[in-house]
């Protein structure tokens, strides 16, 4: 029986001899036969029980066949590493894998509201502007009392706003960010944080949940509102890449004296009066405002020292107009998107 043992044992090392010198799967079949094959050496010897004692068939059995076991896991180990390789080799071979062939297809495209994100940033930076984030969740404070948006303004109303359990909101607008952006940088400071915001609508084709603005603020000594006029101007020439007649109107938001809101000179109308305009001949494209004192000292901001502008414009409104898409929801229809493709 020791006998038996150490023949085991050593047709197992030859196995694994064998196999650790095979590379290709033509060689690895001789192996197959040599070892598992009518008259290989496991198949042998495992028939081999025949011509043992009866006494000893029990014993006998057992170790041939932990050691044919152990043969066939050993071999399949070895074919499934070879069959892998195999697979790689024929993926590289053929062309439907090769990677230096340029690709015919286009991948991906921009999101419109993502093309005019980054042409403002770009525009923005070329004036000295950061370009910072805000954050989609934040504190009530943040969202509304650092912006003088007080406990019963209409704003707040559930109907507007999602509140968190934690009493935390998402962001129903991009003010959101401006305490936060005031207590980093201090003054004087230029920056522009484009971002999401939410509010609980009814969703049409003018209206979502869930749309972009671009927030700015600049702020520094003798910052009058004839600056903010003088600056809205120029960033819409250079966004719209043509001169175009700018008005403020005069409006209210809490965190700002006086405010305003922007309207553009209607680039659609040509001669006659347009639908897009409603026939006003006038687009509001953004709400501004010199900021107001106490929303700079809530900031950590010397209000008798720096004044300064903010300025909230719809993102997604600026896309939907540039390219005139007709109705919201199509910015979440990717057949739609697909012709923004890069060219
Ligand atoms: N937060 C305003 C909104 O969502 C937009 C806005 C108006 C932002 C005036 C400003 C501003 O910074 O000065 O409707």
């Known amino acids: 029986m020791e006998n038996i043992e150490s023949k085991c044992g050593k047709i197992k090392e030859e196995l694994e001899t064998r196999l650790a010198n095979v590379s290709d799967l033509k060689t690895l ?68 894998y090769d990677m230096s062939v340029p690709s015919k297809k286009k991948v991906g495209s921009l999101h419109p509201v993502t093309i005019v994100a980054n042409e403002f940033s770009e525009i923005f930076k070329s004036m000295g502007f950061i370009v910072e984030q805000g954050n989609e969740i934040e504190t009530e404070y943040n969202n509304f009392e650092a912006l003088r948006i007080g406990k019963d303004h209409p704003a707040r109303d559930m109907q507007d706003t999602f509140y968190l359990e934690d009493g935390r909101v998402l962001v129903t607008h991009t003010s959101s960010a401006q305490n936060r952006i005031y ?15 939410y509010r609980n609508e009814d969703v049409d084709a003018t209206h979502d949940v869930s749309f972009f603005q671009l927030e700015g603020i600049l702020v520094d000594e003798n910052i009058t509102v004839a600056n903010l006029l003088y600056f809205m101007k120029s960033v819409f020439s250079k966004a719209f890449g043509r001169e175009i007649e700018v008005r403020l109107r005069p409006y209210f938001f809490p965190f700002t004296e006086p405010s305003f809101e922007v309207d553009v000179k209607c680039i659609y109308c040509g ?27 809530m900031g950590g901001i010397d209000s008798k020292k720096y004044r300064g502008f903010a ?12 390219y005139g898409i007709k109705d919201i929801r199509e910015l979440h229809n990717l057949n739609f998107l697909k012709q923004f493709g890069l060219k």
């Not at 008259?39 to 081999?48: A, E």
């Not at 207590?183 to 915001?197: C, N, T």
């Not at 001669?271 to 106490?294: F, N």
């Not at 300025?311 to 540039?322: D, E, N, P, Q, S």
Request: aromatic residues 10%; glycine residues 8%; contains cysteine.
């Open 311 to 322: 300025f909230g414009m719809g993102l997604t409104r600026f896309a939907t107009l540039k």
């Open 271 to 297: 001669d006659t009066p347009c639908k897009v305009c409603k026939e006003t001949t006038w687009i509001e494209l953004a709400g501004c405002g010199m900021i107001h004192p106490e929303v700079l000292e």
């Open 183 to 197: 207590k980093q940088y201090g003054a004087p400071v230029r920056a522009i944080f484009p971002g999401r915001s």
């Open 29 to 96: 079949e001789e192996v197959r036969i040599e070892f598992f094959g009518k008259s290989g050496k496991i198949t042998l010897l495992v028939g081999d029980i025949r011509n043992v004692p009866n006494e000893q068939k029990k014993k006998y059995g057992e170790l041939t066949n932990a050691t044919k076991e152990y043969a066939i896991a050993y071999f399949d180990d070895k074919k499934a590493v070879l069959d892998h390789l195999a697979l790689v080799a024929e993926q590289q071979n053929s062309t439907a």
